[in-house]
């Protein structure tokens, strides 16, 4: 079994900063990638970055420059930092772990790849 637990979420102003942490416990053959997503009310749960364990990170177009997404290994923590926030970044963010892709062993930034989730944590941008 997998567990996630994310922390950080708030409320911050529109060119501020946030970061976000996930603690994970479990199995760790079944969290080869890592990866943070979205959901806004109304709207369907999407990606934002993901991790694998050497480090290589891959990030959705709208967020690049302004996320960053890292991992302390030997701590089973995943990071979030997120800058120059935007109303648009408003959602429920939650924590994910999957199994890497069995063809190149790569991770894959969508919601089918991942199978185990956090309750989420909740990041309001105000104007």
């Known amino acids: 079994q997998v567990q996630l637990v994310e922390s950080g979420g708030g409320t911050v102003q529109s060119g501020g900063s946030l970061r976000l942490s996930c603690a994970a416990s479990?199995?760790?053959?079944?969290?080869?990638?890592m990866g943070w997503f979205r959901q806004a009310p109304g709207k369907g749960r999407e990606g934002v970055a993901v991790?694998?364990?050497?480090?290589?990170?891959y990030y959705r177009d709208s967020v690049k420059g302004r996320f960053t997404i890292s991992q302390d290994n030997a701590k089973n923590t995943l990071y979030l930092q997120m800058n120059s926030l935007k109303p648009e970044d408003t959602a429920m963010y939650y924590c994910?772990?999957?199994?890497?892709?069995?063809?190149?062993?790569?991770?894959?930034?969508?919601?089918?790849?991942?199978?185990?989730w956090g309750k989420g944590t909740l990041v309001t941008i105000s104007s």
């Open positions: 994910a772990a999957g199994p890497a892709y069995s063809s190149g062993g790569y991770c894959v930034l969508a919601e089918y790849a991942m199978d185990y």
């Open positions: 479990g199995y760790t053959a079944s969290r080869d990638c």
């Open positions: 991790i694998d364990r050497d480090g290589n990170t």
